[in-house]
């Protein structure tokens, strides 16, 4: 899924990493650990990169990040609320200070009232704050899982340099 284009965000997104000495994890759902095998496609991410989990199922949500199930039941898996707890936990059980989720629905199926195939939430935990945002992207499942992956790095390159 490393396009050109994804590379280069992922190189900035390390060379801004570098720069503050902070290490980022990824907390994935709908894009499959595709953020990290973007960062991951740079030489010497692992002085940034600590670490990706890949948490498709609402289980490995509440087993890996602890993700209350509360959250899941009352909002559900695509949804700000989960974005931000995925974020929390990948910062509680990694050795990173930057975080970074998705969770989405990629399509071809899935979708449920208010979120059509393409709504994706993103989670970004950068000094000490987790700020949420809701996109919703056109095409098949792979476009809207790259276009998820661009949006992830793009909207982590913004808070680095902010």
């Not at 000495?21 to 990824?26: D, E, N």
């Not at 990169?49 to 695509?78: I, R, W």
Request: aromatic residues 4%; negative net charge; proline residues 3%.
């Amino acid at each position: 899924m490393s396009t050109p284009a994804i590379v280069e965000l992922a190189a900035e997104v390390g060379a801004a990493l570098r720069r503050r000495g902070l290490m980022l994890a990824t907390a994935e759902s709908c894009t499959g650990g595709g953020v990290a095998q973007a960062v991951t496609e740079i030489a010497g991410s692992s002085a940034w990169f600590d670490c990706g989990f890949v948490t498709y199922s609402n289980a490995a949500k509440m087993d890996l990040l602890q993700v209350p199930e509360a959250t899941l039941a009352q909002h559900g898996a695509v949804s700000d609320e989960t974005a931000a707890a995925m974020c929390s936990g990948t910062l509680a059980n990694s050795r990173a200070q930057v975080a970074v989720s998705t969770t989405g629905i990629a399509g071809p199926d899935g979708a449920v009232p208010g979120k059509p195939v393409g709504t994706v939430y993103f989670g970004w935990a950068v000094d000490g704050k987790v700020e949420t945002q809701r996109m919703e992207f056109a095409g098949d499942r792979q476009a809207v899982r790259e276009q998820s992956v661009i949006h992830s790095l793009r909207g982590l390159l913004q808070r680095l340099q902010a």
